[in-house]
């Protein structure tokens, strides 16, 4: 949501849903070339109150400044699947790994973060979370990223992370990690096989999480939306 209105990417390119309920196409055109949008996000508010989207596709990070005429490619030949708007640009998940992009569109690799594909990347106040392959990365604005090793290992690459009452949630093909950021103890759940739904091309995993509570979430999979209680 932003400004009232529900903003949408996807196959079709990016789309607006006002606040009377109508879509209507968000620079059309710009996208009918087949880039398979994967994520967006409104950058920090600039002049005049207004922001820039950022919009992450399957080859690269485009920019829409507030005034802009049409998208701006910043980054290519990488896919992104998830932005994190902070101070001074945005922190971008992408398949050649964690990079940041600076409001001047200067790109620079994390340091001190091994360039892994990226899965996810999420945010509350000054602490970022990444997953970087099989691990979770965590940044502070004192000493930058570290990897979370009280977290462990995951089964197989990260593809989602959340945050939501001090909690953080991790998502993977088949595993859904609960932790609280305090330092509280880590939980884990392993779906078994056939536990979660396969898409229309036997597509598999956690796409989205969506925490209602500390013993309650919502998990999007490619054949739909799970409300998951106390998997613990």
């Known amino acids: 949501m932003h400004d009232g209105a529900l903003w949408a990417a996807g196959e079709r390119g990016l ?4 606040p009377s309920g109508n879509w209507s196409p968000v620079v059309p055109g710009a996208y009918d070339r087949g880039d398979m949008l994967l994520s967006l996000a409104f950058g920090e508010p600039e002049a005049e109150g207004y922001s820039t989207l950022w919009i992450g596709g399957e080859r690269g990070l485009d ?4 005034q802009g005429a049409g998208p701006e490619r910043v980054m290519s030949g990488a896919a992104v699947v998830g932005i994190l708007p902070v101070t001074g640009g945005v922190w971008a998940a992408t398949s050649r790994g964690l990079v940041f992009v600076d409001t001047a569109g200067t790109v620079a690799p994390a340091a001190d973060v091994p360039a892994f594909p990226a899965g996810a990347v999420a945010g509350d106040g000054e602490l970022a979370w990444a997953g970087i392959d099989r691990h979770v ?4 604005p004192m000493s930058g990223w570290r990897r979370l090793d009280e977290l462990g290992m995951m089964s197989s690459p990260v593809t989602v ?3 939501a009452d001090g909690m953080l949630w991790v998502g993977t093909v088949d595993e859904l ?3 609280e950021i305090s330092g509280g103890p880590v939980r884990r759940y392993t779906f078994a096989a056939g536990d979660l739904p396969l898409g229309l091309y036997g597509e598999r995993g956690i796409a989205a999480i969506a925490p209602v509570s500390p013993t309650r979430v919502w998990i999007a999979t490619p054949a739909g939306a799970l409300r998951i209680d106390s998997p613990f």
């Open 63 to 66: 920019r829409l400044p507030p």
């Open 137 to 140: 990365w965590q940044r502070d």
């Open 161 to 163: 992370l959340a945050v």
């Open 15 to 18: 789309q607006r849903r006002d």
């Open 177 to 179: 990690v609960a932790w």
